[in-house]
Structure formats: C-alpha cells, structure tokens
Nanobody
Framework: QLQLVESGGGLVQPGGSLRLSCAASGGTLNTYAIGWFRQAPGTEREGISCINNAGGVTKYADSVKGRFTVSRDNAKNVVYLQMSSLKAEDTAIYYC??????????????????????WGQGTQVTVSS
C-alpha cells in the first residue's frame, strides 16, 4: 500500500525558503496526482497545490501562487514543494497525499482537491522572526 512521508519542514524567518519533500514507499508515485495540503492552528486542512502524475500540470492556491513551486521526480519517487518568500501566515503543518486528479482546467480550484490516499504525519513549517 502506498505510503507518503513528508519532510523538510522547520523554523524559518519571514522571507526565507524551504523545500518540502514527499517520499513514497510501498508503491510508485508515477501513477498518481499528488496534492499538497496544509493545516494552520484552528483552521481546517486546505489544498494549496497539486501536480499531475507526469508533472506537466501544476496548480496553486492564490495564497501561494508565485511563491511556491511543486515538482516531482518520478525516478526518485519524490514530490517536492519549494516554498519561497515565506510569510507568517504560511505557518502550518504541511501534508502530501495522492489525489483523484490535478486537471488542467483553468477554473479548477485546488481547495476542491479530492484526496484518495491516507494522511501522513505531515511536516511542521513555522515562519517567525
């Protein structure tokens, strides 16, 4: 059974960068679209980005567009989330999960991502001076 493990979180100052990794075991990632989600204290978990199985389609929430970049290396069975220009409001636990799809439709909202796999433990990102 496919299991995903997130890593790469930490404490970073505002304006800094981090790269999160989503590594797979028990299966291969290349047949799955992958979504990145986050949950800040007191809020619901929300989708912020996705990438289709081949890597040719990526989507972002408005809150992270232009600052975050999702990519994947199917040969290494890993999906990445490069985060730059981090803000205090990016503080959250970040999760990755297989999703039903990451379609190329212009009107697709990543908040509507449909998770099809189980949640991992996530990785904490804290943006603070």
């Amino acid at each position: 059974q496919l299991q995903l493990v997130e890593s790469g979180g930490g404490l970073v100052q505002p304006g800094g960068s981090l790269r999160l990794s989503c590594a797979a075991s028990g299966g291969t990632l290349n047949t799955y679209a992958i979504g990145w989600f986050r949950q800040a204290p007191g809020t619901e978990r929300e989708g912020i980005s996705c990438i289709n199985n081949a890597g040719g389609v990526t989507k972002y929430a408005d809150s992270v567009k232009g600052r975050f970049t999702v990519s994947r290396d199917n040969a290494k069975n890993v999906v990445y989330l490069q985060m730059s220009s981090l803000k205090a409001e990016d503080t959250a636990i970040y999760y990755c999960a297989p999703t039903l799809h990451c379609p190329p439709w212009n009107d697709f909202d990543v908040r509507d991502l449909h998770r099809i796999g189980s949640w991992g433990q996530g990785t904490q990102v804290t943006v603070s001076s």
